[in-house]
């Protein structure tokens, strides 16, 4: 019986598919036409033809759709044997949709993701994956090709039949204001009241703030009987950059669920980690919904200590590096989250303080802790761009300074509140010509930061610069050849806003380099 996931790992092979990590690159040729028919069957919410040898025999395919090969064991160590699978919606493809969705489907579940955004749905459905993630183009693939993962713009199709439907949209700040803006999780709410028909679980993976469980199900039942869904809080807590491992190997699950119909559907879907000893927390609806903003709040906060405590080491002689071991050590306090930086940016850190400040003022019980840290994370950013200036002597003016990095953080093109978006805009404003190198943001950066050159990598980027700044802690940006580094720049002049070089070999070297809370040796 031919496997459809041997076609697509020969065709990964062959020298047509040429691996690449823009994922929009990826060749859509790998996808056979037998595939996309598949891929509209289950979108179109169509049983696949159980004589179809693709499908294993009937007594294995348990709802039709799913392959009986789906429920193999998959990782060494991961028992996902026999997990029943389960119709699975998910609305909402970006970072954290499609990586949930692809892993539930990888889990064995059939999985159709539904996106407004009409050209992310082509390109999906033709294989290639719109965000760079490791390992996420080939998870979407092998899923896609297996007949689990499917993608539509069309939730009346795709919602008809789901056992669950998860909303995964957006929440970004509202501007001016601050707090969430929940209209992309009322949107979502309203289309999945049309579809409810047997009992429906609706299940929030989105950020929101606390309540905002019962706003939704106010709105199903608008149009829906309340008996036929139940609302369920289930945040996410993936990183970009990690994210298949984090969904699938988490170090808790958090369901927020008051209706016993629904527990259980959530602990069916949840049923490969929990059988791989993955922690399930399960609590009220609004203590879910609090777990996820009180857990971006504790670890902002964490970034925002050290970054003070750098601060002050800069003034004290005090090494932060060895401090954050020192401290990290110690089970309470814990390693991780404790490097010092630019000030945290991305797709969740800033939006979520500012969403927890505002909830808080709302509730009466403001939280001065959490105020102050926005205030002072801000404020690091432009304190980042002076540094920058101070280091080149005090003006940048006529200056050509090369940034090496511009995503929110490593293994990401995610530049969402990224610290570059307001370090090389208070750069240019002071006079610099800014050339820009970052292996995965310069799509999305050419977008948001206008009137700079983008260079192709990061040798040329420093190439003739009067200095060197690294925004983004990426690998490859660790392991330049430093003497070569030196040779490129017009100034031997490097500002290291991540503390990835040693500093003996930086002088030793001869290049004036500044870095990030490391006492006198690092000039601050
Ligand atoms: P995103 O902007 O990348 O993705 C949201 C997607 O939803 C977009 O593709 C958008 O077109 C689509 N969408 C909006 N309204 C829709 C609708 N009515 N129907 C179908 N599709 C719709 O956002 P994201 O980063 O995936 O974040 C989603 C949520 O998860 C947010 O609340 C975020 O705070 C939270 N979260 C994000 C991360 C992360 O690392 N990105 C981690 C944990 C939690």
Redesign the pocket.
Known sequence: MADPLNDVYKARQSPRFTASRTPWDARPECVSIALKAQIDRIASGRKANRQDPRYGRPEEIGSGLAPARALRRRHAGDDWTGVRSMRIVM????????VSGACLADFGHEVVC????ES?VAHLREGRVP?YEPGLSELVLANQSAGRLAFTTS?KAAGRGAEAIFI?????SLAEVGS?DMS?VH??AR?VAGVVEDFTVIVI????PIGAGDEVEQIIAERAPREKFAVVSN??????GA?IDDFKRPDRVVIGVEDDRAREVMRRIYQPIERNDGPIVYTSRRSSEMI?YASNVFLAMKVTFINEIADLCERLGADVLDVSHGIGLDDRIGRKFLNPGPGFG???FP??TLALTKLAAEAKAPIRLVETLVDVNDKRKTAMAAKIVGACGGSVAGKRIAVLGLTYKPKTD?M?DAPSLVIVPELQAAGARIVAYDPEGIRTAKTLLPGIEFADNAYACLSGADAGVVITEWDEFRALDLARVKACLAAPIIVDLRNIYPIKAMKALGFRYVCVGRGFGGEG
């Open positions: 609305i909402g493809a970006g970072y954290v949709g499609l539904v996106e407004v955004d992310k965000i939730l995964a949209v957006g929440t970004p969430a992309f949107e979502a289309d993976k989105s950020t929101v945040p996410e807590f993936l990183r970009e994210a996820k991305g797709s969740c939006k979520d995610d969402r």
